[in-house]
């Protein structure tokens, strides 16, 4: 990873918030959300940061950018800070998401409520085989590929999910990107190539699984031959940014934005923006 301590940090493009402070503002929104719905009206900086995994220090930062700085003796509203956060997240309104790739893991996610929930909705599930066209997968009938342009049209879908397998991806990332998508959630176990513009998160929990078992091999002892550190298991402070408790990081800040190349992300995004996690996996919020 980068260290990107002396350098100023990479910020999205709406109001300069860092993007490992837009990384941890869904981990805030989690803990916010089960605190609203316990009806608790206001909450500590350190409350909240433990119920987040996040340093209390970091809290007080992110929100200070959000320009929320809670009252002395009282704590955050919880009510408000779920409206603020939301609101930063463009959660407070609807974004149709077109899944391509309704395989296993395609309907699963289909399926996940989670998305729903968190204004996300399902506008169309599209895959090529045209035995799988008109199948209702999570209630919704399962559209062939040839619909995917129109589908997204109709919908006003900027937020595609590639569940193909890693061949097809870098195809359907090109259409759904000539369509009109401007954010894509990769799946697919390969690096993609989009424009300038267009954002690109990808999960692969075989990562996740591997950095665990980095963990795990250390807590054994067992370190490799010559015991230096596995690159790219340091980051959770930079990524999730001051997560205790956790060995693994939160959701990455893995926004990918480039000119079409072939270069892998990884490579051009940590060689020019130090401190930013590049192409790091970024994983779900459960
Ligand atoms: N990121 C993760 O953690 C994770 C976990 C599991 C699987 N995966 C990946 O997700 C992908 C899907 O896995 P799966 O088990 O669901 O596979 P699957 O074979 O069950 O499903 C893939 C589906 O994609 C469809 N498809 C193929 N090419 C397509 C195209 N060009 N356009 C539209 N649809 C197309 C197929 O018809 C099929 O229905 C794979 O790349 C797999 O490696 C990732």
């Known amino acids: 990873m980068a260290t990107g301590r002396n350098h100023r940090?990479?910020?999205?493009?709406?109001?300069?918030?860092?993007?490992?402070?837009?990384?941890?503002?869904?981990?805030?929104?989690?803990?916010?959300?089960?605190?609203?719905?316990?009806?608790?009206?206001?909450?500590s900086s350190e409350e909240l940061a433990s119920a987040a995994g996040v340093n209390s220090a970091k809290l007080r930062k992110d929100f200070s950018y959000?320009?929320?700085?809670?009252?002395?003796?009282?704590?955050?509203?919880?009510?408000?800070?779920?409206?603020?956060?939301?609101?930063?997240?463009?959660?407070?309104?609807?974004?149709?998401?077109?899944?391509?790739?309704?395989?296993n893991l395609g309907a699963a996610l289909a399926n996940y409520g989670g998305f729903a929930s968190r204004g996300f909705r399902v506008a169309a599930l599209i895959d090529a085989d045209p035995a799988m066209a008109g199948k209702p997968v999570a209630g919704i009938a399962v559209q062939h590929?040839?619909?995917?342009?129109?589908v997204i049209e109709e919908n006003?879908?900027?937020?595609?999910?590639?569940?193909?397998?890693?061949?097809?991806?870098q195809p359907v990332a090109d259409r759904l990107v000539a369509a009109g998508v401007t954010s894509i959630l990769n799946f697919a176990p390969t690096v993609l190539s989009v424009p300038e513009g267009v954002d690109v998160r990808k999960?692969?929990?075989s990562i996740e699984l591997q950095i665990l078992a980095f963990h795990e091999q250390r807590?054994?002892?067992?370190?490799?031959?010559?015991?230096?550190a596995v690159p790219g298991t340091?980051?959770?402070?930079?990524?999730?940014?001051?997560?205790?408790?956790?060995?693994?990081?939160?959701?990455?800040?893995s926004v990918t934005k480039r000119t079409a190349s072939a270069a892998p992300a990884a490579t051009d995004r940590r060689g020019d923006e130090p401190g930013n996690d590049g192409?790091?996996?970024?994983?779900?919020p459960a």
Request: hydrophobic share 40%; proline share 8%; glycine share 12%.
């Open 9 to 43: 940090p990479a910020t999205s493009r709406s109001r300069g918030i860092p993007d490992a402070t837009v990384a941890r503002l869904p981990l805030y929104l989690r803990a916010l959300t089960a605190l609203s719905e316990r009806s608790v009206p206001t909450v």
């Open 66 to 103: 959000l320009g929320s700085y809670g009252t002395r003796g009282v704590g955050y509203d919880v009510e408000y800070l779920v409206y603020q956060i939301s609101r930063e997240l463009g959660l407070t309104q609807d974004w149709p998401v077109v899944i391509v790739g309704i395989g």
């Open 145 to 150: 590929s040839d619909e995917l342009e129109r």
């Open 156 to 169: 006003g879908v900027s937020i595609g999910v590639i569940a193909t397998p890693a061949a097809s991806a």
């Open 203 to 205: 999960v692969d929990l």
């Open 219 to 228: 807590k054994s002892g067992e370190l490799p031959d010559d015991g230096r």
């Open 234 to 253: 340091d980051i959770g402070e930079d990524a999730g940014g001051g997560v205790t408790g956790s060995p693994v990081a939160p959701p990455a800040a």
């Open 279 to 284: 192409d790091l996996p970024a994983v779900m």
